[in-house]
């Protein structure tokens, strides 16, 4: 690890963290408005009591026509129960205070300057006035908000250690997978993972990282018969080589003997070089499929041109060919020497394994939206070839035709994995006579559109 790179960060902290600030956001929100809506509720609340009492204070004035007493009026009104806490007052037209219940120890202009919630009402030759304390019932709502406040952060505070708790035993499957991984390091081409638990998505996890550890093995299996059978094919040229040159070194020898063992040699060592490029091609198709660049390449015009070189071993072999060519444009886009590599080992192979006098057909046309190139060659007891394991390296239909053909079991390896890696379509198939392949491309978007 770098001495720079970041330490790693904890799972179960950052989901606990996460939570704990979205339930503090959310119960924050909801205690602001629940503070004011009991502020408004409560201001609500006062107003109506000073208007109530205002409105009963007048009432009971004016039906003291007889007497107008301040006092009596005041008194009468007391009765009802909204009239606590509420001060109280007559005032004539001049001002005068005529009576009052004495609540309050300011004085009218003094609760205005305070904060009190007062409402006027006039009446008979008189204004009632009341009047009720806000700032009191201020007070007890900034007690309700602090202990609202403390409430809100033990909440948090037990959903922070809950919430981790129950994030640990929730990722605790995670862990044990982790620790059986770990122990099965020492073996992990034969290693699987059991499921900790029954839970849906750790047992699909788990499904997963099995796939991918079979995927795995397959690979790495298949990479250890590749390198055998690449060790076996080297050995054998390398033997001929090393046998050829101490039995031309073990005694003095005409010009013309040695000048036949250097054409062995010379023979051995092109089919080392083809083994090797082969070798290479197969390694950079794998590792960099996409390392050259796509071109519109024309199907036909390639799978003319590559039939044109054969024909001089078509003639040689006494074949029969057919040829039938797209008469639409066949053009798809990709990396011109992938194409052509395709057609090549397609083509060829179908020149080379068709016996002598046989026939070979090549054929173009579009099809759906693709491309379809089709060689045929024929092949006796074509039926019994394994065409299961028709692509694998070094596989050869008749290994004793190997020196005649010229051949080293790359080509369909090769031609399989530029297929894949373009997305092209590749199958051979037996006939009653012989061998046809069907390589499929798709057309160029720009042909198409056009």
Known sequence: MSRNAPPPSSLRARMTTGFTAWFTLVASVACVLFLLWSRDMARRDVQERVRAAAWLVAHEWENDAAARHAAKAI????????????????????????????????????????????????????????????????????????????????????????????????????????????????????ARLRAPSDDAEVRHLVGTLNGFLERFQESTRAREQFYAAAAHEL????????????LALSRPRAALEYA?????????????????????????????????????????????????TLRPLIRERGLRLSEEWATETAETFAPPSHVAMLLRNLIENAVKYAPAGGTVRVQTHREDGEIRVTAYNEYKNA???????????????????????????????????????????????PMEDGIVVDARFPVDQNDQNA
């Open 75 to 190: 008194s009468e009104a007391k009765e009802d129960m909204r009239l606590n806490n509420v001060a109280l007052f007559i005032v004539d037209g001049s001002g005068r205070v005529l009576g009052t219940n004495r609540i309050s120890a300011l004085s009218l202009p003094e609760m205005r300057r305070h904060g009190w919630l007062v409402v006027e009402k006039p009446a008979r030759n008189a204004t009632i006035i009341a009047g009720m304390d806000w700032q009191a019932t201020e007070a007890i709502l900034h007690r309700q908000a602090l202990l609202l406040f403390l409430f809100t952060l033990l909440v948090v505070g037990a959903g922070g250690v809950a919430t981790w708790f129950l994030v640990g035993k929730t990722l605790r499957p995670i862990g044990v997978l982790a620790e059986e991984a770990n122990s099965a390091s020492a073996d992990p081409l034969h």
């Open 235 to 246: 050995r054998t040229p390398l033997a001929v080589l090393s046998g050829s040159i101490e």
């Open 383 to 429: 039926r019994s070839l394994p065409f299961d394991r028709i692509y694998d390296p070094f596989f050869r239909a008749d290994p004793s035709r190997s020196a005649e053909t010229g051949g080293n079991g790359l080509g369909l390896a090769i031609c399989r994995r530029l297929a894949d890696a373009h997305g092209w379509r590749l199958q051979h198939a």
């Open 260 to 308: 036949e063992t250097l054409r062995d040699l010379q023979r051995e060592t092109k089919r080392l070089i083809a083994l090797a490029e082969g070798l290479l091609t197969l390694n950079r198709l794998q590792t960099l499929p996409h390392e050259e660049d796509p071109e519109c390449v024309d199907i036909t015009e390639q799978s003319q041109r590559i039939l044109s």
